[in-house]
């Protein structure tokens, strides 16, 4: 690739390749404050060209790299920050077995962390942007990397992927308006935009936190509490886990360990105030 990047994330080492320049260059100063030193990286992303002539001519962005999905579609070059992220996602959630990777978002306070998962459009990662900018430590929007030894949550601080009416949320809350990378509009997941982590995230990110409070967050429906058992929290995370099966009877002592240790609940809310209302309130009875 004619444009490169290396860069750590958490406990992953990316080396990020292009044939275009701009990809690279909006990965470098949107992860400035993140280590870039060259070394052996833990997964290799490149951004290709789809076919014959597609560099220049209406460029359109593959996704390659260690860990590929042959049935991919292409990504036109405008959404090449984009593709780069979904990259570095892809080699994760296909290569990574150092930890239990639940597809989640997750913060810390006063050592401890909460985390919070569910499907697309639940709200978790707005949630979790939300926290980091009022006194939570931002640990990931994308990936809670559960430690098979000792349970504890290892951040993954990626870039926060907000999407549609989320980056107008965000934008109110976040005062500095160059933490904002390029507004994406028409991706598959309509219009993104990604925004730098707060700078305890990075400075942080190698330390881990034991985990206190599971959450299944449902954003559009009337407030709600409701206890989650252990065995329903199980199945759920089995679901949300990208490597579970991977790893084996690891996995099941590492996931049994968190739903036995951890207490989980149900949440439905109709603003963000109204969930970090309730966020704070749950949180405060964990004390």
């Known amino acids: ?23 690279i260059a909006r990965l470098r100063a949107l992860y400035a404050a993140y280590p870039q030193e060259e070394g052996v990286a833990d997964f290799t992303v490149r951004l290709e060209p789809a076919g014959v002539g597609r560099r220049w001519w209406r460029p ?5 790299g260690d860990h590929m999905l042959p049935d991919a579609l292409p990504m036109a070059l405008r959404h090449g920050l984009l593709a780069a992220e979904m ?19 997750s913060v810390e306070k ?20 939300l926290l980091g900018e009022r006194g939570w ?13 000792d349970g504890k949550v290892h951040p993954f601080p990626r870039l926060v992927s907000l999407k549609n009416a989320s980056v107008a949320a965000m934008r109110v809350e976040v005062v500095d308006g160059a933490r904002f990378g390029p507004l994406m509009r028409g991706t598959p997941k309509g219009d ?40 329903e ?7 949300a886990s990208t490597n579970y099966v991977a790893l084996g009877e690891a996995g099941f002592e590492t996931l049994h360990r968190f739903v036995t240790g951890v207490p989980a609940l149900a949440v439905d809310y109709e603003s963000g105030e109204e969930a970090l209302e309730l966020i704070d309130a749950l949180w405060a009875d964990l004390s």
């Open 1 to 23: 690739m004619r444009h490169s990047l290396t860069l750590t994330i958490g406990p992953a080492r990316f080396r990020i390749g292009s044939a275009w320049k701009e990809p």
């Open 60 to 64: 359109s962005v593959r996704i390659a």
């Open 87 to 105: 990259g570095m996602n892809l080699q994760m959630a296909l290569g990574w077995r150092r930890h239990l990777l639940i597809h989640a978002s």
């Open 110 to 129: 006063d050592g401890r962390a909460l985390v919070m998962t569910g499907e697309s459009g639940s709200g978790k990662s707005t949630l979790a942007a």
């Open 137 to 149: 430590r931002f640990m990931g929007d994308e990936f809670a990397l559960i430690d098979l030894a």
């Open 192 to 231: 993104i935009a990604h925004l730098v982590p707060p700078a305890a995230a990075t400075a942080r990110m190698g330390e881990a936190a034991a985990p206190a409070l599971l959450l299944f967050p449902r954003y559009g429906f009337a407030r709600d509490i409701r206890p989650v058992g252990q065995g």
């Open 233 to 239: 929290a199980f199945m759920r995370l089995t679901q």
